[in-house]
């Protein structure tokens, strides 16, 4: 038939303009990664720091020609620091833009709505900053490139007890975050049997402004440290007011202290307090000192926190797994970043083990004269 005569010439065109490599294929086109971070609203100083880092790693890989031949797509949204954002956006990842893998998110409970979207796609995501063990819980496709609550709590309550001498302790804990009632439950035990006491606990919410009444209660019950496991903004205010009530123990958060902020907001009043966190640019590592020198390049001369440094290694570790996968299939994909080892990034050396979790150090950093400055490092 006259028809199928030319359906059969058509088919044998575009054979023709295929062989010639005229006519482009899925596999040639830009590999799509996506981002998911709170870019503003109250979480924003996690968000943008490790958005920055993630850029840096994607202009640099491009620069050098991509992966697999193939240039790399970032594809950015911000989840405004509002509940139930973060899974709206999983979900346009997997049915609009089609990415091959996920960044984010720093706030464990953004990476929580995330996560159960991506592993029923089997789209693999990598945490940048989310401590809370449950996170990578969710499944088989769910990794993360930071330490885990369990192994902060645990360097926090070894801090309190061997640099600072500490022997009654008291927890402010935050019970509506679920990183804050993780990490303040590993310290209360490992404080313990390491010889401490948790003398008193005092509970807050997300977005509290007035700690007096808890920490009125804290100075009558005479502790000599107090331990906060909630975000930098509160730890502000509460160093404020503790200081105001003439608290003057040391006070020390996790790695949910670590921004600008917290020296903006608390001035003098957080001079000497300590926190946890992933890595310092103090470090003389020559990795961590040479992703110091491309960021300020960079980003007009700022110099980078440990959070941006874990968005630079999250967005290198997928890229170096893509090269060793040879291909985007996400089962291969997901192989690749499962067998991790001795990966080497600016916050050190990364192995993914069995669990998809990040084996790596802990830095405790503290303020001094306005700065951010090194104390000292935790191995696992």
Request: proline residues 4%.
């Given at each position: ?6 359906v059969?010439?058509?088919?044998l065109?575009?054979?023709a303009?295929?062989?010639l ?6 596999d040639e ?6 981002q998911y ?6 979480e924003?100083s996690f968000g943008t720091?490790a958005?920055?880092g993630?850029?840096?790693?994607f202009?640099e890989?491009n620069a ?6 193939r240039?790399?797509e970032l594809?950015?949204?911000d989840?405004q ?15 609009r833009?089609k990415?091959v893998?996920?960044l984010g ?9 995330a ?19 449950r996170?990578?819980e969710?499944g088989?496709?769910?990794f ?5 609550d369990?192994?902060?709590?645990a360097?926090l309550?070894?801090f309190?007890?061997?640099?600072l ?5 008291a927890i ?6 679920p990183?804050?009632v ?10 313990t ?5 948790i003398t008193?606990?005092q509970?807050?919410?997300e977005g ?10 804290i100075k009558a019950a005479?502790v000599?440290c107090i331990?906060?496991?909630?975000n930098?903004?509160e730890g ?5 007011q503790a200081?105001?009530l003439?608290?003057?123990v040391?006070?020390?958060g996790g790695d949910a202290?670590?921004?600008?902020q917290l ?6 009043a957080?001079?000497g ?5 992933h890595?310092?640019p103090?470090?003389t ?6 992703f110091?020198k491309?960021?300020?390049?960079r980003?007009?001369g ?8 874990l968005?630079?290694?999250a967005?290198q570790?997928v890229?170096d797994?893509?090269?060793r996968a040879?291909t985007t299939e996400?089962?291969?994909l997901r192989?690749?970043?499962a067998?991790t080892k001795d990966f080497?990034g600016?916050?050190?050396r990364i ?5 998809r979790?990040?084996?790596k150090?802990?830095?405790i950093l503290?303020v ?11 191995n696992?």
């Open positions: 038939m006259a028809h199928s005569a030319g059969c010439g058509i088919v065109a575009f054979a303009l295929l062989s490599g005229v006519v482009a294929s899925a086109g830009p590999i799509k990664i996506g971070g709170a870019f503003s609203g109250k924003a720091a958005h920055k993630v850029i840096l790693a202009d890989a050098a020609g991509g992966v697999l031949g240039k790399l594809v950015a949204e989840n620091s509002k509940a139930g954002e973060s899974a709206t956006i999983a979900k346009k990842f997997v049915s833009d990415v893998a996920v998110g720093n706030v464990s409970v953004n990476s929580l709505e996560a159960p979207i991506l592993q029923n796609a089997k789209i693999p995501m990598v945490a940048i900053s989310s401590t809370n063990p996170v990578t969710m088989s496709y769910i993360r490139v930071c330490f885990i369990p192994f902060q709590g360097v309550a070894k309190a007890l061997a640099t001498h500490a022997k009654r302790a402010l804990t935050s019970v509506s975050n990183y804050s993780g990490i303040s439950k590993v310290f209360r035990e490992k404080f049997v390491g010889g401490g006491e008193i606990e509970k807050h919410s509290d402004k007035d700690f007096r009444a808890q920490l009125t209660a005479g000599d331990f906060h496991s909630s930098y903004t502000a205010l509460i160093c404020i200081r105001q003439g608290l003057n040391p006070i020390f202290w670590e921004a600008p020296i903006e907001i608390g001035g003098a957080v001079e307090t300590y926190y946890s966190t890595a310092s103090d470090s590592a020559p990795e961590m000192q040479n110091i491309k960021f300020r390049a980003w007009n700022e110099t980078p926190d440990s959070i941006a440094a968005g630079y290694d967005a570790l890229f797994a893509l090269r040879g996400s089962a291969k192989e690749a970043i067998t080497s600016a916050t050190g192995t993914i083990d069995k669990d979790n990040a084996t150090s802990a830095v503290t001094k004269d306005g700065k951010f400055a090194y104390v000292e490092t935790v696992p």
